[in-house]
């Protein structure tokens, strides 16, 4: 039979599976000598059993009677004992912790013989004894018997109301007293039963209460949005209980071994006098900060300082603690691994290995590309006067200044007259998207996280504010009037916040990030920030496998690219390269009629490409550039199939036959569902020329290069095939025009049809790169189109925990993984030597990383401003030792 609990002195903090955080953290401290006091701990498989048969698993309940024996031993008196009770906590703890989430009940084994007790022990203190009655009466009737808190704390209120009492702290113990008897009139109200009083029973239906928290709706929706595992189970702790509300010289407090915001070493934390722990914790009193414990009782200050030096050697990281002084006794309640900001994580990081405690390796799985992508956003000065005028959600992380606009088109206008504007709308739709790219920021005053706003802004790597509600937004009147009447109109400048959703009225200074400035080459490495990043960096950069390529479709992206650390370019895109004032030419070759006429547009674009290769080729002489053949169908390049039958309709006979031949062919273009037409390497084998031009200008800018003396090593990539025998063609007539040029280029493709990634093996036979373009592949393997679907409805897909996180934001393993897989495995098959990448997106996404690191690609390509994320991420995944854990 299975073990189902385990006293303090028999865990420790490898069993946290088994255990929960708390109790293997609290057996661990228990074992290193430090005061903790004595307890057990029930098993997380014994709440499973609960959660899955109905009932505690046979034995539970000896085990349990076993070890409150020993318990009552070890302390000399016995649970709610009446002359001098034994009390107990109990409290629940999941392998990860869940802040707030779930059930922790206090002062377990008073009733109303026992309360007298418990006075007299404490040198008749009646009114410590009463008040920690009615709190057990209160903790247990909410989180026990389900009965509303407001109940608890409307009668709490009353009666300080009637007493002329201003705190807690202003009541006498016979407020307490008759206060206990109006809080068990509540419970009897409420359930139709009395508090119970058999100190037994009151902990037996806590441990309960504790497992059915696990189903909680909070909890649920917590785990869904935290990616933590439905099946895990909490555990439940029985702690005995230490006071510190007895009086002024009792106290407790929460503590950092560092500060969790810097990274600094010192004191950090806060400490309540006279009061039990959940005083602090729900902030309903002011603390004081931790150091002035010192001048209050110097003993139990240097006791606790030693500690948390203690811990901190041994966790070899940042703990955060909680503890109670029982008139001048230390006790120590808990202990984990603290979280911390970005910026603390890279200090702490970094010092930890200057003293000693862990080495770089271990450094460097410390941290997270996450948190690297927040350091590397421009920030608002802190010391700024500017007024807030109201919240946000902070949708997509950054800092923008500019004047507001109500409108897209206006965005668009005032944007092209070089005005920095801030778009402000109700909701954005895609009708707006226009008006996003030319502003700095977006700001709307409905929908979450994932509304279209929050969805494109973060897409797009755009600053943006969702869900200002208190904001009235009319974009009729271009105005929005703010709480306490704050009007801002069209123009007036306002900033706004993406990473806390704070809107300002007025220009907020934005400070650069210094991160960046070191990226960029300018960094100032005696910043301690800047000199950590720099480390952990170098360190990652020579422990990872996976190279790193950069998105970029020209020379500048390309440039900052490879001051970001980019080894070569994955994806250079070429449609960006036809639109513009190059539209017409495409124009005129789509419309051409025979060979000549669209011999004639290809020969005029040629040049063009050419240079646009010439210079790419430039900015990343010496590494690879795969430049993916032209991709989307071509009716993007054309007008608007409604705009264009409106303005043929209303020139009725006037209208120009250019028009007219234009709107025939827009409507012949015309597809249902463009993602699955013509595009890709359908479209470069349906109109003749097309790619030719491209391979050609490729290998013409290419030879310039070299004759230059340069050095250009070119990448073809064929986007969209399903099947070899489109690859083939393709590749012949590619082969034959570099050969007549002179100029070697490997020729490859992308992998994003689920076909292509089944027959990778015949693939590989015409290919020497895949490059798996997860974007499509995803699109396609869940039959969804991310245009349509993001915006409608994800956000019900996220709340039904259906997935996680989104497939476009995070690769699907398990289903887009699985094609990856077959793919790299079955074209190794066929080619050793073939080259694998990724250039979806998700090459910047920290999880997608490491699992190109498991999977055996090459490199990841991803945004310039990605590069020095994923160079961070593939150094973890070569250094956890499964490569999968980035949490
Ligand atoms: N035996 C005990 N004696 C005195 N105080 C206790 C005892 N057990 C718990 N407390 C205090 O009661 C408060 C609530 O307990 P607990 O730590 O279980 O939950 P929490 O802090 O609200 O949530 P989390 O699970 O995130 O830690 C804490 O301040 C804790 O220090
Ligand atoms: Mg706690």
């Known amino acids: 039979m299975p073990k189902f609990v385990y006293g303090f002195t028999e865990g420790n903090r490898d069993l946290k599976d088994l255990l929960g955080g708390k109790g293997a953290n609290l057996a661990e401290m228990t074992n290193l000598g430090l005061p903790v006091p004595p307890g057990f701990t029930i098993t997380t498989e014994a709440c499973r059993h609960y959660l899955t048969a109905g009932a ?256 901190e050697n041994h966790y070899r990281d940042l703990c955060d603690i909680e503890f109670t002084i029982e008139r001048g006794k230390l006790w120590m309640l808990q202990t984990r691994v603290g979280k911390r900001t970005a910026a603390a994580a890279f200090r702490i990081a970094t010092q930890l290995v200057d003293q000693g405690l862990i080495n770089l390796d271990e450094a460097v799985t410390r941290v997270s590309g996450d948190q690297l992508a927040q350091l590397m956003f421009p920030r608002f000065d802190k010391a700024t006067d500017a007024t807030l005028i109201t919240k946000g959600m902070n949708a997509s992380p950054g800092a923008a200044v500019g004047r507001a606009v109500f409108s897209s088109d206006r965005a668009e206008e005032l944007a092209a007259r070089g005005e920095a504007v801030i778009l402000v709308r109700r909701e954005t739709n895609p009708d707006d998207l226009g008006g996003m790219i030319a502003a700095r920021g977006v700001l709307t005053s409905r929908g979450g996280k994932t509304s279209h706003a929050a969805v494109v802004a973060r897409g797009m790597g755009k600053t943006c504010v969702c869900g200002a509600e208190e904001l009235e937004v009319s974009t009729k009147e271009r105005r929005f009037t703010a709480p306490g009447g704050v009007v801002v109109e069209e123009g007036d400048v306002i900033s706004i916040d993406g990473s806390s959703g704070a809107v300002y009225l007025g220009e907020v200074p934005v400070v650069p990030s210094p991160v960046v400035e070191y990226f960029e080459g300018e960094g100032d490495l005696d910043d301690e920030l800047v000199r950590a990043v720099h480390r952990l960096m170098v360190h990652a950069d020579a422990s990872r496998r996976l190279a790193v390529r950069a998105n970029a479709d020209n020379a500048e992206d390309a440039a900052r690219a490879r001051r970001f650390g980019a080894e070569g370019i994955g994806l250079c895109r070429t449609e960006h390269m036809f639109l513009g004032d190059r539209r017409q030419l495409v124009e005129d070759l789509i419309l051409a009629t025979g060979d000549e006429e669209r011999e004639a547009a290809l020969s005029k674009l040629e040049p063009l490409q050419r240079a646009d290769y010439a210079e790419i080729f430039e900015a990343m002489d010496g590494l690879p550039v795969t430049i993916r053949l032209i991709d989307p169908p071509l009716h993007e390049f054309l007008p608007d199939l409604t705009e264009l039958s409106v303005k043929v309709a209303l020139a009725g006979d006037a209208a120009t036959a250019k028009d007219r031949t234009l709107l025939e062919c ?222």
Request: hydrophobic share 40%; glycine share 10%.
């Open 56 to 311: 505690f698993p046979s034995g539970l309940e000896d085990e349990i009677d076993q070890h409150l024996r020993d318990l009552e031993h070890a302390m000399g008196r016995s649970l709610g004992q009446s002359d001098d009770p034994l009390l107990v906590s109990v409290r629940s703890g999941a392998k990860f912790s869940m802040p707030g989430m779930m059930e922790t009940v206090l002062n377990i084994g008073l009733n109303d013989e026992s309360v007298q007790g418990l006075a007299k022990q404490a040198g008749g203190n009646d009114r410590f004894a009463w008040d920690s009655y009615r709190r057990l009466i209160q903790m247990f009737g909410k989180t026990v018997l389900g009965i509303d808190g407001e109940h608890f704390e409307e009668a709490l209120d009353e009666l300080k109301a009637e007493c002329g009492a201003k705190g807690d702290l202003d009541l006498t113990a016979a407020d307490f007293r008759t206060l206990v008897g109006t809080f068990k009139d509540i419970v009897r109200e409420q359930t139709g039963q009395e508090f119970p009083s058999d100190p037994r029973e009151q902990m037996r239906l806590a441990v309960l209460a504790v497992f059915h928290s696990w189903n909680a709706p909070r909890a649920v929706l917590y785990r869904r949005q935290e990616r933590i595992p439905a099946d895990l189970g909490t555990a439940v702790n029985i702690v005995a209980m230490v006071f510190g509300n007895l009086g002024m010289e009792s106290g407790t407090g929460v503590a950092f071994t560092r500060d969790p915001g810097s990274g600094q070493q010192g004191v950090y934390g806060d400490y309540l006098q006279n009061a039990q722990g959940e005083d602090v914790v729900a902030g309903i009193r002011n603390t004081m900060p931790l150091q002035e414990l010192e001048r209050i009782d110097k003993a139990s200050y240097d006791e606790l300082m030693q500690i948390m030096e203690k811990l």
């Open 666 to 887: 827009v409507k012949r273009l015309h597809e249902q569902n463009p993602m699955l037409g013509l595009r890709g390497v359908r479209l470069g084998l349906v109109v003749p020329g097309l790619f030719a031009m491209q391979v050609r200008a490729i290998a013409e800018a290419a030879r310039a290069r070299a004759e230059a003396g340069g050095d250009a090593r070119a990448e073809i990539m064929i986007p969209l095939v399903g099947a070899v025998q489109e690859l083939e063609l393709v590749r012949e007539e590619a082969e034959g025009i570099l050969a007549e040029i002179g100029v070697d280029a490997l020729i490859g493709t992308m992998i994003e049809v689920p076909r292509a990634a089944l027959t990778a093996g015949q693939i590989a036979e015409a290919a020497q790169f895949f490059s798996f373009g997860t974007n499509d592949l995803t699109q396609m393997t869940w039959g969804f189109s991310r245009d349509d679907v993001e915006a409608s409805f994800f956000s019900q897909y996220l709340d039904l925990g259906i997935f996680g996180v989104s497939p476009f934001e995070s690769l699907d393993r398990d289903g887009v993984g699985r094609l990856v897989r077959i793919a790299v495995e079955e074209g190794r098959k066929t080619r050793p030597d073939l080259k694998l990448g990724i250039c979806g997106e998700h090459g910047g996404d920290p999880e997608s990383v490491h699992f190109c690191h498991e999977a055996g690609l090459d490199y990841v390509s991803c945004s310039p401003f990605r590069i020095p994320v994923a160079r961070l991420e593939a150094g973890r995944a070569a250094l956890t030792s499964d490569g999968s854990d980035t949490r």
